[in-house]
């Protein structure tokens, strides 16, 4: 028998898109180095995200703007180092996507030294030349709709996205376009539960959420959010299943666990 045989199949984007058909919930955490993203590929963790979130939760900023190309360059490749199973998504950081031939180049830092499988990028509609570029090159691309971190000053805060009918079916129609100009996973941040459902159920390709309800095809948490580190407060959406279960594998464990059986997210932790 040859050694590979004993390993964990790989996630890829043709195993995410077969979870969404066979209606099994892909589990998805974030992790900034060697050692958590090696404790979270053992305890089951579909698709592992070094987000931009290292900004605050790493560097103690107040947001994710200040983050560089270089930091997330230095993390991703750590993470990388401790993943056998998990597939790897790189953020793009703020600003370093701003024309194609930017994303491309940023991306392909991503992909070729830090060993991603997929990159991650905020916006929507406007976004769509952006994706089709980096998808016609080989490159997965998820596309994050809903609260965009990135853009929180032009929100003005922090906010629910989507709750107006305009807004909801706008979100909706960009992500179909998304979804036509390549993407291979949508994002939901903070959007109403029945609109995430919507727009899970009218596309092909996965939809994981994060505050965007049970009807996503997958959820996606910040883990130190699920280990209840947190300088503020541990936001409504999430759960600090560390306090539930005494140990980091546990905690992870037990959060993959209730997302695969359906218990995660709970009614408590959903927007209306
Ligand atoms: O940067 C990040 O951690 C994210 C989360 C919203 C998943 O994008």
């Known amino acids: 028998m040859s050694v590979h045989a004993q390993q964990p199949a790989k996630i890829t984007v043709r195993s995410l898109q077969a979870s969404k058909q066979a209606g099994d919930k892909i589990a998805c ?7 958590f993203a090696h404790v979270l590929d053992r305890a089951g963790v579909d698709l592992v995200l070094v987000g931009d979130s290292l900004g605050m939760v790493v560097q103690g900023q107040q947001t994710t703007l200040s983050v560089s190309v270089a930091d997330m360059l230095y993390h991703c490749k750590a993470v990388s180092r401790g993943l056998s199973r998990s597939m790897l998504m790189a953020d793009m950081p703020f600003l370093s996507y701003t024309s194609p ?5 940023h991306a392909g830092h991503f992909m070729k030294q830090a060993n991603a499988q997929m990159v991650k990028l905020e916006g929507g509609a406007e976004q769509a030349e952006i994706v089709a570029s980096l998808a016609r090159n080989g490159i997965p691309v ?8 990135q853009r929180v000053h032009k929100l003005g805060g922090y906010y629910v996205q989507g709750r107006e009918q305009a ?10 376009q998304l979804e036509q100009a ?3 996973l949508i994002l939901l941040e903070c959007v109403p539960a029945s609109l995430a459902e ?34 503020g407060r541990i936001p409504k ?25 359906g218990t995660f997210p709970g009614t408590q932790h959903v927007f209306s």
């Not at 955490?29 to 050692?35: M, R």
């Not at 031939?101 to 180049?105: G, P």
């Not at 807004?167 to 179909?176: D, P």
């Open 29 to 35: 955490l974030t992790a900034y180095d060697a050692s």
């Open 101 to 105: 031939q930017q994303a491309l180049q």
């Open 142 to 149: 998820c596309a994050h709709l809903g609260l965009q971190p």
């Open 167 to 176: 807004a909801a079916e706008a979100m909706l129609r960009e992500a179909q």
């Open 182 to 184: 390549g993407a291979d």
């Open 198 to 231: 919507a727009i899970t159920r009218a596309l092909y390709i996965p939809v994981i959420g994060i505050g965007a309800g049970a009807g996503c095809d997958g959820q996606i948490l910040v883990l130190y959010d699920i280990l209840g580190i947190s300088m």
């Open 237 to 261: 959406f999430s759960q600090d299943f560390l306090a539930e279960t005494g140990s980091v594998e546990a905690a992870v464990k037990a959060y993959v666990e209730a997302v695969k059986n």
